[in-house]
C-alpha cells in the first residue's frame, strides 16, 4: 500500500456544520446540491478530533470516528483512518472549497450503496 503524503487541504478545513446529500449519476449533482444547502435546517456537524483529525461517520457505523486527511499517489486526497491512504474505508476528496466539498467511497460496493455525498457549508461563508 503507499505511503501517506501531505494533504492537498487542511483537516480544519472541514470543521463546521454542514448540510449533505448524495447522488449516483453526474446529471444529479446540481440538483444534490441545492438539496445538500436545503439540509443545512438540520446541519450535520464536523468537529476537531482529539488528536488532529475530524470527527464524523463512516459507512455502516452510527458512531463517530476521527478521521483525518492523507495525500495519496497522483495528488489525490483520501478522507479516513490512520493509515494508507486509499484503504477500502477511505472516501476520496474529489473537489474542495471553502464552502464545499464532494467525497466518493473508495470501496466500489459502499460507493454503490451510499453513492457521491456532497457538503455544502451552513450559514456564512467560511474566510
Known amino acids: 500500500m503507499p505511503r501517506a503524503t501531505p494533504a492537498a487541504y487542511p483537516v480544519d478545513r472541514l470543521i463546521g456544520k454542514w448540510g449533505v446529500a448524495s447522488y ?3 446529471k444529479d449533482k446540481a440538483r444534490t446540491e441545492a438539496q445538500a444547502r436545503a439540509q443545512c435546517k438540520l446541519p450535520y456537524v464536523i468537529s476537531k478530533g482529539p488528536t488532529d483529525g475530524v470527527m464524523m461517520h463512516v459507512a455502516d ?3 463517530p470516528h476521527e478521521l483525518t486527511l492523507k495525500g495519496g ?3 489525490r486526497t483520501y478522507l479516513g483512518f490512520e493509515g494508507p491512504p486509499g484503504d477500502e474505508q477511505d472516501r ?3 473537489s474542495m472549497s471553502d464552502n464545499m466539498f464532494v467525497t466518493r467511497f473508495v470501496s466500489p460496493e459502499t460507493n454503490t450503496r451510499y453513492g457521491t455525498f456532497i457538503y455544502v457549508r451552513c450559514g456564512t461563508a467560511r474566510s
Open 24 to 26: 449516483r449519476q453526474d
Open 73 to 75: 499517489p497522483g495528488g
Open 61 to 63: 457505523d452510527p458512531t
Open 92 to 94: 476520496e476528496i474529489l
